[in-house]
């Protein structure tokens, strides 16, 4: 915290662990900081310690997930945000942000079977041009999938984000995604 003038500046570090009113360490979540108006990777950058603070301190998965999703939900506006669960060789529906979902994916099946059984990321510009789309909902245009890997290089989960517009993802999104996926595969 620094005073200038009639101002008072606070680090984004201070505004992690500080209530700005009070000065009391913050024990939960209040406060988001998300640059308007600003490129996608700008967006990234600035969330990705808050989502490692978020999720530092708490154990539970699925709570960490939920915060996941909501903070990226509330960064970006995307259609769909939410993270597929690997359970006895399927993607099974977890914590999301968004309209109603499928609840379970087998391997190799749309975007999020196929990214799950190739181990890697798929960016979809246009998904009505993907063979095999599994269509949750018809409002849905461009996806971007992301696996999440445990420790031992298996896939945990994967990461869904759906836009309601075409060509909304590139590989500035796969790498901000990424990155905040390393701070939860740290924890897995």
Not at 20 to 45: C, Q, W
Not at 149 to 157: H, L, W
Request: aromatic residues 10%.
């Amino acid at each position: 915290m620094e005073q200038n003038g009639n101002y008072v500046t606070f680090s984004l570090e201070y505004l992690l662990a500080f209530h700005p009113l009070t000065n009391e360490p913050n024990r939960m979540a209040e406060v988001l900081i998300i640059p308007k108006g600003e490129a996608r990777k700008y967006v990234y950058e600035a969330i990705t310690p808050q989502i490692e603070a978020l999720i530092s301190d708490e154990s539970d998965l699925i709570a960490n997930l939920a915060n996941i999703t909501a903070v990226l939900k509330e960064a970006f506006q995307f259609f769909w945000v939410g993270f597929y669960i690997a359970k006895e060789g399927e993607l099974v529906l977890g914590p999301f942000q968004g309209p109603i979902a499928c609840t379970r994916i087998k391997p190799g099946k749309g975007v999020c079977g196929t990214a799950y059984s190739q181990k890697q990321t798929i960016i979809v510009p246009d998904v009505d041009q993907f063979p095999g789309h599994i269509a949750c909902s018809s409002d849905s245009k461009s996806e971007i999938v992301i696996p999440v890997f445990n420790a031992k290089g298996e896939v945990a989960m994967i990461l869904d984000v759906d836009s309601d517009k075409l060509s909304d993802f590139t590989q500035e999104d796969a790498l901000g995604l990424q990155k905040i996926l390393a701070v939860l595969e740290k924890k897995l």
